[in-house]
């Protein structure tokens, strides 16, 4: 089996598998082959998803977009009105849906205490000069931040940062790489009684709501899974299998996901309670056109977070409030798919949508998708930065799948309805179309 280099526009680099994987426990079956199975490996203790950060140039402006976009209202801020001079930082919440959004302040300036400790000016400008608008953290609240950050490490973790301890003994934090720029944040607090809700993090201040506007809430509720997009699928997922114990959940091969003309192999990683869905794509080469990872890739100047999906509890209520205010300082869709992907709906899913909700999904270019289990409704923003073909967010609610868990309380199940493969192929077309606007003409 053959590795591949291949050339970026900056000049560096990157390595994919021209094919199947070798010389590693990493092997792709395919969507059909696939058999889920949960081994509770989880080498400590994971709680939920706690938090994504941004790292942008621009942190008001940007924290303003997506919260007038997304339905988030701005609760929480670390800035120069409380007394940071280092950093500028704005969190943004709906439901358990946690977005911040910081940027550097001069370096000219006297900098105090970060209320983000491992924050860096010099790095997060370096990393917005190559990635543009992008997420820098994914963290995820476990039970020991410090046992986390020690026992990852231990079994091949690169650190980014030893434990770190916040406020008065109340809150540690600690960082790994998870890929490309990207880390991973552990988050756990030591006191009982800190107000995690209220305060977030240690020298972040409340903000109270003066605007007129309404309340913003479009019923968005949650981070549902976050996928990456890396140069090669084998080393990626096991380096982070080995310091974190995650299990396979789902994984496609482009066999099972592409199109005619291009295509991508990824794997979906879960922790024991599968609340944590931590997916990767690499792209698959020798097709028509360079596959959307690759070219990800190109203009993210490596790897990088591809998408984040977001769930509603409403999904067309969210999408009518958020399709309100597209090109007016919201977020664009990709293209709905032809009136045939519809017609053929009530064949597929008329025993879980009604006529009226089929008729809705066409008026919002809403696709929807089944497994074994449950139902699974999802759309697709466009690039939200800069227009490269980056970092874009998914829209969904999943149907079906209600389990009681140990204190008798009803859940829905980790992952119902799948991840949309049967939607694939749309969303690659749309995607393919979309580059093509972005490529120049011809005869320049």
Known sequence: METVAHELSNGNTITAADGEQTGSAFKLVGFNNFLRTNPMSDKFSVKRFHHVEFWCSDATNTACRFSWGLGMPIVQKSDLSTGNTTHASYLLRSGQLNFLFTAPYSPSTTTTAASIPTFSQTDCRNFTASHGLAVRSIAIEVEDAEIAFSISVSHGAKPSSAPITLGDNDVVLSEVKLYGDVVLRYVSYKSPNYDAISTFLPGFKPIENTSSLPDLDYGIRGLDHAVGNVPELAPAIDYVKSFTGFHKFAEFTADD???????????????????VLIAMNE????????SQIQTYLEHNEGAGVQHLALSSEDIFGTLREMRKRSGVGGFEFMPSPPPTYYRNLKNRVGDVLTDEEIKECEELGILVDRDDQGTLLQIFTKPVGDSRPTIFIEIIQRVGCMLKDDKGNIQQKAGCGGFGKGNFSELFKSIEEYEKTLEPPLNQ
Not at 257 to 275: D, F, H, I, K, P
Not at 283 to 290: H, M, N
């Open 257 to 275: 996901v592409g199109t005619n003309e291009s295509g991508l192999n990824a794997v979906n990683l879960a922790c024991n309670n599968e609340m």
């Open 283 to 290: 792209p698959v080469y020798g097709t028509k056109r360079r």
